[in-house]
């Protein structure tokens, strides 16, 4: 085992102690309950005291998560909890259009989806949860682009490239800046077949209180069902049921206290 991986499984055995001890803890108790010498300890305690993920109580010595380990708890809950309220919504669309239904969100310079539901119908387009797409070719991807300032999406642009994944994709950065004003102006994004002969897909976004997008929700299909001509037929049921969760949700700006919860 390589001295990193080894002080990573460390670092990641001291935070665990100090969760399941349910309390805050010396370097002695540590030690004993972790099974390291106090001076390993000591070094490693250090750098995750330094990253926010462990906090010392100067008045008691004693160690205790970090405010870095809350808010990751805080970004699970709230993604988890995101999930549990929109599953009805996504049955929604599901029932009103018979395609894939889908639930995403912005995941640093991609779009992560966080969940779906499917059709009865034979014919069925899986995006499993967890899997990213990129942002300038996937509808949903053109939703969190259209609603970032355009210093950011140049440098996420900078950053990933804009590579053809069909001959529909868009390449080019200007034509790219075209496609999410469209977007802005109509309220929702299409993927059409941009990223997958064959597959359409469309979505609107999911606003909080301060008319920012948090989540966005759409469906797929195939192009053979998902017509160019059913676009704005479909865009405009899932325009609604966006609209009716963001509103029902009482979503509000993730950076304060979410009001109500069901």
């Excluded at 001295?3 to 102690?17: C, D, K, Y």
């Excluded at 030690?31 to 330094?50: D, M, N, W």
């Excluded at 800046?177 to 941009?194: S, T």
């Amino acid at each position: 085992m390589s001295e990193s991986v080894q002080s990573i499984e460390r670092a990641l055995t001291l935070i665990n102690t100090i969760v399941d001890a349910q309390r805050p803890l010396s370097i002695a108790e540590l030690s004993q309950a972790a099974g390291l010498a106090p001076s390993t300890i000591h070094r490693i305690i250090q750098t995750l005291a330094a990253r926010g993920y462990i906090h010392q109580d100067l008045a008691t010595k004693r160690y205790d998560i970090g405010p870095e380990i809350v808010e990751i708890s805080r970004s699970l809950y709230l993604r988890y909890d995101l999930v549990r309220r929109v599953r009805p919504y996504l049955q929604d669309l599901v029932d009103l259009t018979g395609e894939t239904a889908h639930l995403a969100e912005l995941y640093g310079t991609s779009a992560m989806y966080l969940s779906q539901l499917e059709p009865l119908s034979m014919v069925r387009m899986f995006t499993t949860p967890g899997s990213i797409a990129p942002l300038y070719c996937s509808d949903v991807g053109k939703l969190f682009l259209a609603d970032l300032p355009p210093a950011r999406v140049t440098d996420i642009i900078h950053k990933t490239g804009l590579r053809p994944r069909t001959p529909h994709t868009i390449t080019s950065p200007d034509d790219l800046d075209a496609a999410l004003q469209v977007v802005r102006e109509q309220g929702y994004a299409v993927d059409d077949e941009e990223r997958e002969i064959g597959v359409r897909c469309l979505s609107a976004p999911i606003l909080n209180g301060a008319g920012k997008v948090i989540a966005a929700v759409g469906i797929a299909g195939s192009s053979g069902r998902v017509l160019r001509e059913r676009v704005p037929e479909l865009a405009a049921c899932v325009q609604q049921v966006a609209h009716r969760a963001a509103t029902e949700l009482i979503l509000q700006p993730q950076d304060e206290p979410q009001a109500q919860r069901p």
